[in-house]
């Protein structure tokens, strides 16, 4: 089936420090999804990307939509704390009557005061 | 606006023990799913609904069951708990059959012993 490949698996970083993730697949989707977990909570959606070449803010955080729809990357500019937790691409087909979401196995962010 | 809601938040059975895990939506989403998280795994999809009435399986259903007799709630029934249904169980729910992004609830933590 199709898979997501995510990496790095961890991350320790000092605060202040930028932050790259990213997203691979050898299958093409539709749209790229980049979701938040901390701790003791349900992942929260950060940045949906709906084309090929997107790339899209949410304050410090930045995405972008590989143009060969294979991959996506997720930045985090000025690391500060509240950072932490764990990062999970999706990946999402608009293949028959509904949708068909992957999700990569995550990255997990910890921030160094 | 309560979102996805989740109950209970954690659970200990002792193998052979049924239970079910409660979930409720309060966003008039046609689409409702389960995961299960374990470490290293990310996100694994076990049943989802595209509508009141409308079952079907996903990644991982064996040992679960499912229902949804209204838009509102989407019930998920383990039969006879085993150890390798320890996991932290998480409910998702989206507009439209799956194509939009997910909202989750806060998880059900279960350890089975």
């Known amino acids: 089936g199709q898979q997501l490949n995510q990496s790095p698996q961890s991350m320790f970083i000092q605060e202040g420090e930028d932050v790259s993730m990213n997203c691979t697949s050898s299958s093409i989707f539709n749209t790229w999804l980049w979701y938040k977990q901390e701790p003791g909570e349900g992942p929260v959606l950060l940045i949906a990307l709906y084309k090929a070449g997107e790339l899209t803010s949410n304050g410090r955080l930045t995405a972008q939509f590989g143009i060969t729809r294979k991959d996506s990357f997720l930045n985090i500019s000025a690391s500060i704390p509240s950072d932490v937790g764990i990062y999970f691409c999706a990946g999402l087909n608009y293949g028959g009557s509904q949708g068909n979401l992957i999700f990569g196995k995550g990255t997990k962010l910890s921030v160094k005061p | 606006n309560a979102g996805v809601t989740q109950t209970p938040k954690f659970q200990v059975l002792k193998t052979g023990q049924s239970m079910t895990l409660q979930c409720a939506q309060d966003?008039?989403?046609?689409?409702m799913s389960w995961y299960r998280q374990d470490p290293g795994m990310g996100l694994r999809l076990i049943h989802y609904s595209v509508g009141a009435g409308i079952t079907d399986q996903g990644e991982v259903p064996n040992g679960y069951n499912v229902s949804r007799s209204t838009t509102e709630d989407f019930p998920l029934r383990l039969l006879s708990a085993a150890p390798s249904q320890t996991s932290v169980y998480f409910c998702a729910s989206s507009r439209d059959r799956g194509f939009s992004p997910l909202h989750f609830g806060n998880g059900t933590r279960l350890t089975v012993t």
């Open positions: 966003m008039n989403h046609e689409y």
